[in-house]
T-cell receptor, first 115, second 113 residues
Framework: ETGVTQSPTHLIKTRGQQVTLRCSSQ?????VSWYQQALGQGPQFIFQ???????GRGNFPPRFSGLQFPNYSSELNVNALELDDSALYLC??????????????FGPGTRLTVT | AQKITQTQPGMFVQEKEAVTLDCTYD???????LFWYKQPSSGEMIFLIY??????QNATEGRYSLNFQKARKSANLVISASQLGDSAMYFC??????????FGKGTRLHILP
């Protein structure tokens, strides 16, 4: 069974730039969720993708957007980067069935630094 | 109001002792789920244990057990016979309304030799 993978591991960007982070879900999982974890804080839910559509969103502005592909992998795009976007971005995959999403398994994360 | 409250920012425990990490939650969804995750310094979130709101028995996974007290809205994690490798951040989380999972602020656990 292949676990959740994320790329890149680390990334440094300049304020105003755009970034794309990638996530491959665990085999057998059909749902991907993205979280932002600032230093010393718990992860904050950004959004979730199920069947290639956004299925729930947290309090993040529209410049945070995503995609899910037919193979259930996913991308997180952030436009017009701000210094406060510096964080660990975690992707989690899970199985949604019967309308419920069960335990999520996380990838190793992408650490984004915005200068 | 916070959905997930972890009142212990940090804890120090002697190796081989049992440790209880506190978590209280707040939700109006009758069908919710509670999780505990471990996050070592490497950053990866490791799933430990899950408790559904309708589960009659407390969840257990090896050395981990979840002390679920529904009326008190409490879901404490108990680690028996702690080990040095248990030193990490521990997050309590709740799934409500089917999709998103809300995390607490975490407890940093230090196991002392």
């Amino acid at each position: 069974e292949t676990g959740v993978t994320q790329s890149p591991t680390h990334l440094i960007k300049t304020r105003g730039q755009q970034v794309t982070l990638r996530c491959s879900s665990q085999s057998g999982h059909n749902t991907v969720s993205w979280y932002q974890q600032a230093l010393g804080q718990g992860p904050q839910f950004i959004f979730q993708y199920y069947r290639e559509e956004e299925n729930g969103r947290g309090n993040f502005p529209p410049r945070f957007s995503g995609l899910q592909f037919p193979n259930y992998s996913s991308e997180l795009n952030v436009n017009a980067l701000e210094l406060d976007d510096s964080a660990l971005y975690l992707c989690a995959s899970s199985l949604t069935t019967g309308g419920l999403t069960y335990e999520q398994y996380f990838g190793p994360g992408t650490r984004l630094t915005v200068t | 109001a916070q959905k997930i409250t972890q009142t212990q920012p940090g804890m120090f425990v002697q190796e081989k002792e049992a440790v209880t990490l506190d978590c209280t939650y707040d939700t109006s969804d009758p069908s919710y789920g509670l999780f505990w995750y471990k996050q070592p310094s490497s950053g990866e979130m490791i799933f430990l244990i899950y408790q559904g709101s309708y589960d009659q028995q407390n969840a257990t996974e090896g050395r981990y057990s979840l002390n679920f007290q529904k009326a008190r809205k409490s879901a404490n994690l108990v680690i028996s016979a702690s080990q040095l490798g248990d030193s990490a951040m521990y997050f309590c989380a709740m799934r409500e309304y089917g999709d998103k999972i809300i995390f607490g602020k975490g407890t940093r656990l230090h196991i002392l030799p």
